[in-house]
Structure formats: C-alpha cells, structure tokens
C-alpha cells in the first residue's frame, strides 16, 4: 500500500468516523414524542431539510468518495 492509499483510508475512515457522531448527536437531541401527533419541526431544518439530514450528508459524501476513486483509477490505469 503507498502513502496516497493510505492517507485516501485514513480520510475515509475520518469521515465515517465524523459522520457516526454526528448522526448519534443528532439522535441525542431528538425530543421524545408524546402520544399520536408529531411536534413541529424547526424552522431551520424545515428550510434545510436535506442539508440538515445527516444520512443524506453521508450518501453525498460516499458517492463523492467513489467518483474520485473511478476518477483515480482512471486515471492511472489509461
């Protein structure tokens, strides 16, 4: 494994590791709902709902990672 791998695994593996606390202090923050009805979103995350969302954030992230990869071995290989 060369340097390059390495560092591309080490930052992988940031982001994953980035993105699990991230989504467990999300969770955290999550109020328990009571009864039938659901509380009202916050008006911040209701105008940002996609950037807000930390599993969209880490779908993103991942198919960027994988266009990069095909674009690395692409480019070294022809």
């Not at 991230?22 to 950037?51: H, S």
């Amino acid at each position: 494994m060369n340097l390059f791998e390495m560092v591309i695994a080490a930052l992988i593996f940031g982001i994953l590791a980035v993105s699990l606390i991230y989504t467990l202090a999300l969770g955290r923050q999550q109020k328990v709902v009571q009864g039938e009805i659901d509380t009202q979103i916050a008006k911040p995350i209701q105008k940002n709902v996609y950037v807000k969302n930390p599993v969209f954030l880490s779908y993103g992230i991942f198919f960027a990672l994988v266009l990069f990869i095909i674009l690395f071995i692409a480019v070294s290989f022809y």
